[in-house]
């Protein structure tokens, strides 16, 4: 498999978290279900992206992606 790029972000809740020490440029978005943390999307750097990595409705819809996936998984 592909190695993991290290996560500079955490998306969760429709709110990008810069992580502290996060070295790369990916995010990590956890999915979450009613019982816990069911798995975590590993998202690589963005392209093109010079100012913010994500825009307030990108954040959203991948928060919304990972609420529904939790479930599913669950």
Known sequence: GLPAPEARY???DGQLIETPGGGGEGALVPLM?????TGMLVL???????QAP?????LRALSLVAARAGLALE
């Not at 994500?54 to 990108?58: G, K, N, S």
């Open 33 to 37: 279900a009613r019982a816990g943390l």
């Open 44 to 50: 690589g750097p963005r392209k093109g992206r010079r």
């Open 10 to 12: 955490l998306i969760a």
């Open 54 to 58: 994500y825009r307030p409705a990108e």
